[in-house]
């Protein structure tokens, strides 16, 4: 069972006398959200009187300073950037490959640490006083219950603030129970944990996503995997719920500016405390709320997938198709890109020459037996499928079939590293254009929706556009290597034959159709022959998805729901028998208390 303190802070989450069908569920025991908040900060140093709460919920500053220290060893100071590479481009920096502990390339987690403020830890975020604290950091249960405060002092979100809240935390709780942990920039502190390993003794029991609001604003890579709505076991739990606390804690912004340190998180804990008293009554009422919204929610993505002739395995098998594809690491350009593909291509004509051997020494042979029958066949179809791979190559980085081999180092590198770059470029920009439609299908519902929906829709849009200028980037990179590509064909100074690269338009590119002739130069793929997914053409297909998912997240809350209301009914219990077992201490007040119920 979880401490004393955290079944005071929240009865519905940590009054229940077992977990275990949790675990059989794989669903996390609990799921919290963490964030901060710069507006409740103090504009000086007022010194005052020490004061300390009764029941305090904020963390002493050793715990603070003790998880500052430990992230500090573990991850190495910042190294000066290395001068620009006029070859790479911005996005190429960081090595192509996935984070370990994490499903996230790392490019993937580059661009969701430049978009979020709350990613860059040196950003001043809010007052920068040297002399006070700058604003206050929440572990928050789903049923908006503050567990943990931390408050800051540094003029950026830095990483030991929710570790330290984390790790506080799990000193509370089973040590092998599992946490589902909601962070507007969970992506890039989870990144930050597989990379630098700060937590390792509890990093394997924490399930990380990305609070609902501020999803939407991530890559779209970044939503397959930490979108609470896409990613099992989150339930309908939405992680906003710091900002409910935030609104609850408004009315102390201007008093606590003004507040000594001691003051101040006295204030701040009396109000957490009254909070807490004040919305004790209402969690019946939020178990039902949220049992009968999830019920409404499942019966709805139920019934469209009645309608539509795909089976469960089918449409899970897209999904996670969808998801690999979508999610792997995108090729980067280099500089010696022309030496590479030619390395490849001389590659498969030594196989070539060595099928067409083997094929003459066996034809050679007057009475074969069986056995190099066998052999002389496979050596015809290894030749036919060599060939087929060649003439695909050389026409992926712009030559024809009957190129001379032996030419391409000589006299036609800088043209092939020129196009094998623009390649890589189109081919981002295609898979940009390609995950914007599936970002905008979230605002494209075609029905009238509620206030806040519509809030929702207005906020998904604003976190969609606000990438417009790193993908305006990429088309300007494109354009420039395809003009030096042009520029050589105009001079003659390419194989005969070669095509001209059309440029993309550098305004509205994302309303580019994924099917366009702009894409030509990628419709041929030298290591595949498979054709468009599914997952991608079928309209009907991706509806079914997002209904699948919609019915698999009501499933899990619907069993949390359950879990909840006898937790919640366990604790009622328990105080019940101990208000009885207090009250027969005088039989006159249990009379009375009797009385009172009748």
């Known amino acids: 069972r979880p401490s004393e303190y955290l079944r005071r802070r929240c009865p519905i989450c940590f009054g229940a006398d077992d977990y275990s069908h949790l675990s059989e569920q794989d669903l996390p025991w609990w799921i919290v959200a963490t964030d901060a908040c710069f507006t409740h ?27 500052e220290a430990h992230v500090n060893e573990k991850r190495p100071p910042p190294q000066k950037p290395r001068a620009k590479d006029p070859d790479h481009s911005d996005e190429d920096e960081a ?3 996935v984070i370990p502990g994490t499903n996230l390339p790392r490019s993937i987690a580059h661009d969701c640490r430049k978009t979020f403020k709350a990613a860059d830890e040196n950003r001043i975020k809010g007052v920068a006083s040297s002399n006070g604290d700058t604003g206050i950091m929440s572990l928050v249960c789903r049923h908006d219950r503050v ?3 931390a408050s800051m002092n540094t003029p950026g979100e830095r990483q030991f603030y929710p570790i330290a809240l984390l790790m506080k935390f799990f000193e509370h709780i089973p040590p092998k129970a599992k946490v589902g942990v909601l962070y507007n920039v969970g992506c890039t502190l989870h990144s930050s944990i597989g990379k630098w390993d700060f937590i390792p003794e509890i990093a394997e029991r924490i399930i990380w996503a990305i609070s609902i609001f501020h999803a939407y604003g991530h890559h779209w890579a970044c939503q397959l995997i930490y979108n609470p709505r896409k990613r099992d076991k989150f339930g309908l739990s939405n992680g906003e719920q710091c900002e409910r606390i ?53 019966k709805v993505a139920e019934k469209k997938l009645q309608s539509l002739p795909y089976t469960r395995q089918d449409i899970e098998a897209a999904w996670q198709e969808q998801v690999a594809a979508q999610t792997k690491p995108l090729p980067r350009q280099h500089k010696t890109a022309g030496r590479k593909h030619t390395l490849e291509a001389l590659a498969i004509h ?35 499928a060599s060939k087929v791979r060649l003439t695909k190559h050389l026409k992926a980085i712009g030559l024809p079939a009957n190129a001379r081999l032996h030419t391409l180092e000589t006299k036609y590198e800088r043209y092939v590293t020129l196009r094998a770059n623009a390649i890589q470029h189109l081919r981002r920009i295609y898979e940009r254009v390609v995950r914007r439609h599936f970002e905008w299908e979230r605002t494209h519902t075609g029905t009238r929706n509620s206030a806040n929906a519509r809030r929702l829709t207005d906020n998904v849009v604003a976190a969609i556009t606000r990438t417009d200028g790193s993908l305006d980037k990429t088309v300007t990179k494109f354009n420039k290597l395809a003009k030096e590509v042009n520029a050589l064909i105009s001079k003659k100074s390419v194989p005969p034959k070669a095509s001209r690269m059309k440029l993309i338009p550098t305004k509205k590119t994302y309303e580019i159709d994924i099917d366009n002739h702009i894409w030509q130069d990628l419709a041929i793929d030298p290591t595949t022959d498979e054709a468009a997914p599914r997952w991608l053409t079928n309209k009907s297909l991706r ?14 809350e619907l069993a949390r729901v359950a879990h909840e209301a006898n937790a919640l009914q366990s604790w009622f219990t328990r105080e019940w028998d101990l208000l009885i077992a207090a009250l027969r201490r005088n039989s006159g007040q249990l009379t009375g208390l009797r009385f009172a119920c009748n």
Request: hydrophobic share 35%; with cysteine.
């Open 41 to 67: 900060c103090s504009l000086g140093n007022f010194p005052d009187p020490p004061l300390t709460h009764a029941d305090p919920v904020t963390l002493a500053t050793e715990d603070l300073r003790k998880a």
């Open 95 to 97: 090595d192509e490959d």
């Open 147 to 149: 567990l943990f405060l």
């Open 246 to 298: 935030w609104s609850l804690l408004q009315r102390l912004i201007s008093h606590g500016q003004l507040s000594g340190p001691y003051h101040r998180l006295y204030t701040i804990n009396n109000q957490v405390m009254h909070i807490e008293d004040t919305s004790l009554p209402g969690l019946g009422e939020w178990i039902r709320r949220a049992y009968k919204t999830a019920y409404r929610k499942k």
């Open 350 to 384: 030594g196989e070539i020459l060595t099928y067409k051997e083997q094929v003459r020494v066996l034809k050679a042979i007057k009475k074969p037996t069986e056995k190099q029958k066998t052999k002389l066949a496979e050596a015809i179809s290894g030749l036919a």
């Open 543 to 556: 509806s079914a998805i997002i209904n699948h998912l919609q019915s698999q997240r009501c499933d899990e």
